[in-house]
């Protein structure tokens, strides 16, 4: 249990530090490509941490793991190369 | 359904997603609903950056940040609230659930107050495209986030009436899953409208 919660506190700083730094980003007026690219792959890792620990779908069958994370990898990259065409 | 699922074994163990598979369904529907709209987002954006990167310097970014800081913590108390109960906790669980209720309904707060400086600016789904979108996607999600609130009012009376337990407990699962989902839809819409340019 112990193990558990340690594991979960990680994962919400983790998310803090993630937000942070994307907050900054954004507040210091950073903007291109390797900012956009900067700021959506820690949306990534932030979604990533949420669909494995937070919904716990770590080891779970693959399927399900595709369908959501496959959501998540979607939606960035769709994002991203719609960024690359805009810009 | 999945009643096997509310043993106390670690998450690593199960086939399966935690909670009902009803709410999964519920959840992958929602999730295509909200792909939709950001890809459309996407789509749009490209074809009138300008347009875009002006009118995203009107938003308030800390507040979509201090929005995006409570609904992680809000999350992070329930996936607490959920390994109490497990361990049989209920007490504990009860807490964290309503730590997580409190952060939740700080987002709506801030909400409230952004939409507020936005309508009484004049701004409204029709001042242009970035509004269209920056209203119909975060008012959809606000609406998730109202619903998820009340999912989790009901999880917290019901654990304070002691109806989870370390054997019983797949209702929490359910609605906590709900309530991720909730969060990880903000976790991308907060970077793709409020800061990316």
Same mark, same amino acid.
């Given at each position: ?6 594991? $979960? ?6 998310? @803090?530090? /993630?937000?942070?730094?994307? +907050?900054?980003?954004?507040?210091? !007026? ?18 990533? $941490? ?6 716990? @779908?770590? /080891?779970?069958?693959?399927? +399900?793991?595709?369908?959501?994370? !496959? ?17 | ?59 308030d ?50 909400k409230v107050f952004e939409y507020s400086a936005k309508f009484d600016a004049g701004i409204g789904l029709d001042t242009?495209?970035?509004y269209?979108?920056y209203i119909?996607?975060t008012f ?58």
């Amino acid at each position: 249990m112990k193990n558990r919660t340690f594991h $979960l506190d990680l994962v919400w700083a983790l998310l @803090l530090a /993630g937000t942070a730094y994307t +907050w900054w980003l954004g507040d210091s !007026g950073h903007a291109g490509t390797g900012t956009v690219m900067a700021i959506l792959a820690i949306a990534g890792i932030k979604g990533a $941490l949420v669909i494995r620990e937070f919904m716990a @779908l770590r /080891g779970v069958k693959l399927l +399900w793991q595709i369908a959501v994370f !496959g959501w998540l990898l979607l939606v960035l990259a769709v994002n991203m190369a719609a960024y690359w065409k805009g810009n | 359904m999945h009643s096997e699922l509310t043993d106390t074994t670690d998450h690593d163990d199960r086939p399966y997603p935690p909670g009902d598979l009803a709410i999964w369904v519920f959840i992958l529907a929602e999730l295509a609903a909200f792909a939709l709209l950001f890809v459309l987002y996407g789509v749009v954006r490209a074809k009138h950056v300008d347009l875009f990167n002006e009118m995203q310097l009107t938003l308030d970014r800390n507040a979509g940040a201090l929005n995006t800081v409570l609904l992680i913590t809000a999350s992070w108390c329930v996936a607490r609230a959920v390994a109490a109960i497990r361990t049989g906790a209920d007490r504990s669980s009860a807490r964290w659930m309503a730590c997580g209720i409190l952060a939740g309904f700080g987002f709506l707060v801030v909400k409230v107050f952004e939409y507020s400086a936005k309508f009484d600016a004049g701004i409204g789904l029709d001042t242009n495209l970035f509004y269209m979108f920056y209203i119909s996607l975060t008012f959809f999600h606000f609406m998730h986030v109202v619903l998820g609130l009340l999912i989790l009012g009901f999880l917290l009376l019901k654990t304070l009436r002691g109806g989870y337990s370390a054997d019983d407990h797949l209702g929490m699962e359910t609605g906590a899953s709900y309530w991720h989902m909730v969060d990880l839809v903000w976790i991308v819409l907060f970077p793709l409208v409020y800061v990316m340019r």
